[in-house]
């Protein structure tokens, strides 16, 4: 089976980190991004991200090296193409934890992604995990809150929406939704041919 491309999309908060980081196992490859944003406390330079300087991360871009590329609260992101490619052809669901104009690139070159927006339960728990996690200071913290509302409006452009009440929960969801998509007969030109090769004996 060819790989599948998982999108995984929500505002800063929405805990799409953590879930993303729990779904990550045998059938998965999670894609590491390149970015110009300074690492925060903990965050390893390729674990995280690839942390990288304005004018290497426009090298990338500039050489065809990124699949998607977006630009949040001030700082470049993209996704590298190669790593996707590579797993998308060894079968395996790659998933990218992009932002939403990002996401809709995607969209546009692989119709056949899978875009999955993460949520909480309401705006108020939005602004509340955001405000607990601690790691930006207010303007930051206020220019994502206003990024937030622009991408809720996005959410129609998605596959599906997941709300992540509590992270299992949500990771359960997006198993099943992944393993629905695997199930697509275009998915599985292969077993469709084989079947239609037996019935001519
Ligand atoms: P953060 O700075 O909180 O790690 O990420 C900020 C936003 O950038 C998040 O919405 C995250 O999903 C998004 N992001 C991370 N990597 C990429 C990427 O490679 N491409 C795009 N378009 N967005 C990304």
């Not at 692989?110 to 108020?124: D, N």
């Not at 695997?182 to 292969?190: E, T, V």
Request: proline residues 4%; glycine residues 6%.
């Amino acid at each position: 089976m060819k790989g599948m491309l998982v999108i995984v999309s929500g505002p800063s908060g929405s805990g799409k980190g953590t879930v993303v980081k729990r779904l990550v196992g045998k059938n998965y490859a999670l894609s590491v991004s390149v970015t110009t944003r300074l690492p925060r406390a903990g965050e390893i330079d390729g674990r995280d991200y690839f942390f990288r300087t304005p004018r290497e991360f426009a090298y990338m871009r500039d050489h065809n090296e990124l699949l998607e590329h977006a630009v949040y609260v001030n700082y470049f992101y993209g996704t590298p193409r190669k790593y996707v490619e590579e797993q998308i052809s060894d079968g395996k669901a790659v998933v990218l934890e992009i932002e939403v104009n990002g996401a809709l690139q995607i969209r546009e070159k692989f119709p056949e992604a899978v875009l999955i927006f993460l949520m909480p339960p309401t705006m108020e728990e939005l602004y509340h995990r955001l405000i607990l996690r601690n790691t930006e200071n207010m303007e930051v913290l206020e220019d994502r809150f206003k990024r937030a509302h622009e991408e809720i409006k996005l959410i129609p452009r998605y596959d599906y929406l997941v709300i992540n009440d509590v992270v299992q929960n949500a990771v359960t969801r997006i198993n099943k939704i992944v393993d629905a998509e695997s199930l697509r007969p275009a998915r599985n030109a292969n077993i469709i041919n084989a079947f239609k090769e037996q019935s001519k004996c």
